[in-house]
């Protein structure tokens, strides 16, 4: 049988407490693919084990990821999450039979930039621009969100893959 897994991260602004009784208190979760509180590990936020952002942990195995719905249902359930936590960026690998793949969000920048910077900023790491966040594929610093190297398959993403028919942001469907 196929497996899609998933492993991630989601790195804490600065209300840890609030982000992990929002994850302590998720509802049963009965739609597939399944989000749960045990899937997260909580980390440390007792000083000094750990430097500057305390990081709440992601791991799950499902079964194959056979087609757009089940990536599209995985994002928006993570975005709400997201939604509700006050973190910095978050990033999740995935591997699935059709390739590996990582989904990052950040949130926007708190400094004012211009249009253009922003503009370069989104180009040259292929994000897309939300009302909430960025978001983007490819391996990123847990520190500064940006690529860890400049490698082209960095930015391998679902839009890549002939049969997927992926866009994002993702809708609800009906």
């Known amino acids: 049988m196929e497996y899609t897994s998933i492993y991630g991260y989601i790195k804490i602004?600065?209300?840890?407490?609030?982000s992990a009784r929002y994850i302590k208190n998720l509802e049963t979760d009965a739609t597939y693919p399944f989000i749960t509180a045990n899937m997260f590990s909580a980390g440390e936020n007792n000083y000094p084990y750990y430097y500057?952002?305390?990081?709440?942990?992601?791991?799950?195995?499902?079964?194959?990821?056979?087609?757009?719905?089940?990536?599209?249902?995985?994002i928006l359930k993570m975005e709400n999450i997201l939604r509700n936590m006050d973190f910095e960026n978050a990033q999740f690998h995935v591997e699935s039979s059709i390739g590996d793949y990582t989904l990052f969000w950040t949130r926007h920048k708190p400094y004012n930039t211009s249009a253009k910077e922003e503009e370069k900023y989104i180009e040259e790491y292929r994000?897309?621009?939300?009302?909430?966040?960025?978001?983007?594929?490819?391996?990123?610093?847990?520190?500064?969100?940006?690529?860890?190297?400049?490698?082209?398959?960095?930015?391998?993403?679902?839009?890549?893959?002939?049969?997927?028919?992926?866009?994002?942001?993702?809708?609800?469907?009906?």
């Open 52 to 74: 500057e952002n305390v990081m709440i942990s992601f791991a799950a195995t499902y079964k194959y990821f056979g087609d757009t719905e089940d990536w599209n249902y995985f």
């Open 127 to 174: 994000l897309t621009k939300t009302d909430e966040w960025y978001f983007g594929f490819g391996k990123r610093s847990v520190f500064t969100g940006y690529p860890d190297n400049e490698s082209p398959e960095l930015y391998e993403d679902l839009r890549n893959h002939p049969d997927m028919g992926f866009t994002y942001p993702v809708k609800q469907s009906s």
């Open 13 to 18: 602004s600065r209300d840890y407490e609030a």
